[in-house]
C-alpha cells in the first residue's frame, strides 16, 4: 500500500486543525513535517514545540523532514515532540550512521534523505540502518516547485538498493508531485508520497487526498 504524507508546509496554520482532520479523514496515513532552519535551505519554518501542539490532534505517523545543519543536536527534542519517523540530511552530517542508530535507540524511526545533487550511492554503506530513505524529487526548501525529473531514475536506484540490502526499508519522495507525476514515481519504487502544494493548494485538502489516490487505484504498490 502506497502511503500519503501530506507536507504541512502548505497546509492554512490558521485552519491548520481542520486541514489535518481532512487529510486524515481522507485516508493520509502519515503527516509531513518540514523542518526548516534558514542555514540548510533558505526558508524557516517551526521548531518541536509546533509538533508538539499538533500531536495533540491526531494519532497519524508523524514524519518529520529536517532540513537543518547539525541534525544531531536536534533530534531527541523532536522525538520527545513526538515525531513517529525522523529523517535529516546526509548532507548535513558527517556521522550518518552514528544518528541513525541514535534515532532507532531513541523508538523513533530512522530515515535519511538526499538531495537532487546526491547520489543513491552515498546511501550504500548506511541502508542496513535506516527504516526510511527520503529522494528528494526539488532542492529543498519551499514548496510548490517543479519537480526534477532525474529523480525518477534515482528512486529506481534506490528501490534496487533497499531491496537488495534493507528489503523492509520504506522509500520516500519529496518535491513536485502531483497528479501528472505520481504514478511514475510509484510505478519507479517508491511508497511514501509527499505531497504540499497539490494537497493543500487547491481548497479541499480531503478531496485532493481522494482524487490522488483513486489515480493509484489500480498501480503496482511497492514495498509497504
Ligand atoms: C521542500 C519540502 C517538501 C515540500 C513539498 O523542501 O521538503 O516537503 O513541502 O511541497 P510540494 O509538494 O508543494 O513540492
Ligand atoms: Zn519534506
Redesign the pocket.
Known sequence: MVKFAP?L??ADFARIAQEIAAVAAAGAQYL?F?VMDGRF?PNITWGPKIVADLRKLSTRTFDA?L?IVEPERYVDEFRAAGADIITFHVEATPHAQRLLTHIRASGAKAGIAICPQTPVAMLRDVIEDCDLVLVMS?N??????RFIPRAVEKVREARALIDAMQPACELEV????GEANLRAIVDAGANVI?????IFGAGDPGAAVRRLRALLDDAVSHGA
Do not use: A, T
Open positions: 507536507s508546509l502548505s509531513h518540514d535551505v523532514h532540513m526539488v529543498p526548501g519551499f514548496g510548490g516547485q519529496d518535491g513536485g508531485i509527499v505531497m504540499g502544494s497539490s
